[in-house]
C-alpha cells in the first residue's frame, strides 16, 4: 500500500514538476523519456529515505547541544533546498552533523560566558537574555565561516582542506565520538551533570559524573525516573542495532535510528513513563534570530567569534571534502567539482547564520542512504530538504512526543560509532607512528578542545614528516686499509654531527670509499664538511673516493622526488629474480 501511494505521489510530482518547467522555459516542448521518468522516480523513492534518516538525526543534535530542533531542521531544509541545487557533489547530503557538536557547545558555552562577564558580578542574569546572545554569537560564527568557505572556493583551494593527514581527521573524529558519547549518556538517563555546583562542560567533566549518573539509576529515589529514562534508552540502542539483522526484506530501507525513536515513543506513551519529552516550537520561524540588531554586528570583530568561525570552516570543509570522496567511490556518476561544493557549503554557511540555525556539511550517514537508495542526481537531496520543510510546517505537535531519552540514545550509539576500531586496527597495522597521531588528536580533543586536539594532531603529522625528509643512516664498515660509509637518507645541517663523527672514526692515511647510491639528498653544510675532512684527510697520506658530481647533482636535487626514485630502485632491486606479480606486490607496498 506505502509503495503504491508513493507511486501516486511521485506521478503527481512528475507532472507538476514538467508543467512548472514548460512554463518557464522559452522552449516548445520538454525533452522528457523513460530514462527521465526513471531517474525522477529513484530520486523520489530515494529522498524519502533520506528524510527519514535525516529527521531523528536532525533533532538529536538539537538536543545534544541544547537548542530548539527547529535549528537543526533549518539546517537541513537550507542544505537539501540551497546547498542540493547548486551542490558540486550531486550525491551528497548537507546538514547539521555530528562532527561540528563540539564546536558549537563550546560557542554556546562561551557566548552565555561572555554575556555573564559582561554584566557584571553581583547581577542577575536572565537564561533566555542569555541564550538569545550566545545564539547571536553562534550566527555570527557561521556567518564568517560560510563567508571564508566561499573564498576558498573562489579561490580553487577547495582540495587543500583534504590535505591533512588520515591519522589526524580519523583522531579528530574519535575525540568528537567520545565527547558526544560521554555528554549524551547524561541525556539518555535524564540526568543533569553538575560538576562543583555547575553545570558540567568539557569530556573529562562529563565522564566524571557518569558513576553519580548510574547510582542514580538503581537508587530508590524514583522523583526523576533516571531509571526508566535509562530503559527507554536502551530499547533504542536495541532497536538500532537489532532492526538491519531482522527486518524483512521489503522493509529494509527504512532507517534504523527511525525504528528505534518510533519504537521508544510509542513504548513511552503506551507505558505512561514520567520521562522528559522533547520540547519543540509549534512555528518554525519563531527561532530565526535575524541579523537585526546592533549587537549582531559588533560581533564579527569578536575574538570568540572569529576563532569559532575559522574552526567550523576548517572542520567543516575538510569534514565535507572528505565525505564528497568517500560518496564518489559508492557510485559511478558524475565526479565532486570540490571548489563548486565549497562554494555550495559557504552559501549555505551564511544562510545558516542569517538566520541562527546551526552549522551544515556534507553527512556521510545521509549521503550513503541517498546513493544506496538509488538516488540519481541531485534531485534527491533536493526533495528531502522539501519533505523536512513540509514536516516541521504542518506537523511540528509530533515531536513532543519524542522522548529526550530516545534522542540522546541515539547519539550515544553515533559516538560509539565514530570511534572505529577497524581503522585503529589498520593504522596500527600501516605505522605505529600514525596511531600514536590517531591517539595524541583523540584524547587531547576529549580533554582540552577540538581547535587544539586538531593543532596537535597537525603538529605531530608535520614533526614526522620533517623527521623524514631528515633522516640519515650512516653505514660504516672496514675492510682492511679500506673503509666504506654508506648514506642512506637525507644529509642536512640536523644530521651534520652524526656525520662529522662517521668521518672522524676514519683512521689516517686510510682509503675511504663513500657511497651515496641512496643518498637522496645533501645541504650545503654537509657538502662543506665532507670538501674540508677530504682535504685534511689526505694531507694525512689518505684518500677519498667519492663522486663528487653525482654528489653535486644531490645538493641540487628535491629530496621529496630523489626519494621516490631511490624508494622505488631500491624496490626494484629487491624485486631482481621475481616474477612480476611479486615484484609489483612489493612496490605497492
Not at 427 to 436: N, P
Not at 462 to 484: M, P, S
Not at 504 to 529: M, R
Request: aromatic content about 8%.
Amino acid at each position: 500500500v506505502c509503495n503504491k501511494i508513493c507511486e501516486q505521489i511521485s506521478d503527481l510530482t512528475m507532472k507538476i514538476f514538467i508543467f512548472v518547467t514548460k512554463r518557464s522555459s522559452n522552449k516548445t516542448s520538454f525533452p522528457l523519456n523513460s530514462s527521465c521518468r526513471n531517474k525522477f522516480r529513484d530520486d523520489f523513492f530515494a529522498s524519502i529515505v533520506v528524510f527519514l534518516v535525516a529527521l531523528p538525526l536532525c533533532i538529536g543534535i538539537a538536543v545534544a547541544v541544547g537548542v530548539d530542533p527547529a535549528r537543526a531542521v533549518l539546517t537541513g531544509i537550507i542544505g537539501g533546498i540551497v546547498v542540493g541545487f547548486i551542490a558540486g557533489s550531486p550525491l551528497q547530503v548537507s546538514g547539521p552533523a555530528a562532527g561540528l557538536f563540539v564546536i558549537v557547545a563550546d560557542l554556546l558555552a562561551q557566548g552565555k560566558a561572555s554575556y555573564l562577564a559582561k554584566l557584571g558580578e553581583g547581577t542577575i542574569a536572565n537564561d533566555g537574555e542569555a541564550l538569545t546572545y550566545s545564539l547571536m554569537v553562534l550566527g555570527t560564527a557561521v556567518f564568517l565561516a560560510g563567508l571564508l568557505q566561499i573564498v576558498a572556493g573562489r579561490l580553487k583551494i577547495g582540495q587543500w582542506f583534504r590535505a591533512v593527514s588520515p591519522a589526524v581527521v580519523k583522531g579528530m573524529l574519535a575525540g568528537i565520538g567520545l565527547l558526544i558519547l560521554v555528554s549524551q549518556f547524561h541525556v539518555m538517563l535524564d540526568h543533569t551533570p553538575l560538576w562543583h555546583g555547575e553545570k558540567a562542560h568539557g569530556g573529562l567533566e562529563y565522564m566524571a559524573t557518569i558513576p553519580e549518573a548510574l547510582v542514580k539509576c538503581f537508587s530508590g529515589d524514583t522523583s526523576a525516573n533516571h531509571h526508566l529514562a535509562a530503559l527507554t534508552g536502551i530499547l533504542t540502542i536495541l532497536c538500532i542495532v537489532i532492526w538491519p539483522g531482522v527486518s524483512p526484506k521489503r522493509l529494509k530501507q527504512i532507517p534504523a535510528p527511525l525504528v528505534g525513536i518510533t519504537v521508544a515513543t510509542i513504548f513511552a506513551a503506551l507505558a505512561g513513563l514520567n520521562i522528559q519529552m522533547l520540547q519543540v516550537s509549534t512555528n518554525i520561524f519563531e527561532e530565526t534570530t535575524l541579523p537585526t540588531t546592533v549587537g549582531w554586528f559588533e560581533l564579527l570583530l569578536d575574538p570568540i567569534v572569529l576563532t569559532g568561525a575559522a574552526v567550523i570552516a576548517l572542520v567543516a570543509s575538510a569534514e565535507t571534502l572528505l565525505c564528497a570522496s568517500a560518496v564518489d567511490q559508492l557510485h559511478s556518476g558524475t565526479r565532486t567539482d570540490y571548489d563548486k561544493e565549497l562554494t555550495a557549503q559557504g552559501i549555505g554557511n551564511v544562510l545558516c547564520g542569517l538566520i541562527g540555525a546551526l552549522p551544515m556539511t556534507g553527512v556521510i550517514v545521509r549521503s550513503s542512504a541517498n546513493v544506496n537508495s538509488g538516488a540519481k542526481t541531485k534531485w534527491s537531496a533536493i526533495f528531502h530538504g522539501v519533505w523536512l520543510l513540509v514536516f516541521v510546517v504542518a506537523l511540528p505537535f509530533v515531536l513532543a512526543y519524542i522522548p529526550r531519552a530516545a534522542l540522546g540514545a541515539l547519539l550515544v550509539y553515533i559516538g560509539a560509532k565514530l570511534v572505529n576500531w577497524k581503522q585503529i586496527k589498520s593504522l596500527w597495522k600501516i605505522s605505529r607512528s600514525e596511531t600514536a597521531i590517531y591517539f595524541a588528536t583523540m584524547i587531547t580533543i576529549v580533554c582540552q578542545d577540538l581547535l587544539v586536539g586538531v593543532v596537535v594532531g597537525i603538529m605531530l603529522s608535520v614533526v614526522k614528516l620533517v623527521f623524514r625528509f631528515t633522516y640519515l643512516e650512516l653505514d660504516y664498515e672496514t675492510d682492511g686499509d679500506d673503509c666504506h660509509l654508506q648514506l642512506l637518507g637525507a644529509a642536512t645541517f640536523l644530521r651534520l654531527p652524526r656525520l662529522a663523527k662517521a668521518l672522524e672514526e676514519v683512521s689516517p692515511g686510510a682509503k675511504l670509499y663513500i657511497h651515496i647510491d641512496n643518498l637522496t639528498y645533501i645541504d650545503h653544510a654537509c657538502l662543506d664538511l665532507i670538501r674540508d675532512w677530504a682535504k685534511q684527510h689526505e694531507n694525512t697520506g689518505g684518500e677519498l673516493v667519492l663522486d663528487w658530481d653525482r654528489l653535486q647533482s644531490r645538493f641540487k636535487a628535491d629530496p621529496a622526488v630523489e626519494g621516490k626514485a631511490v624508494l622505488a630502485n631500491r624496490t626494484y632491486q629487491s624485486g631482481a629474480g621475481r616474477t612480476d606479480e611479486n615484484s609489483s606486490q612489493s612496490l605497492s607496498s
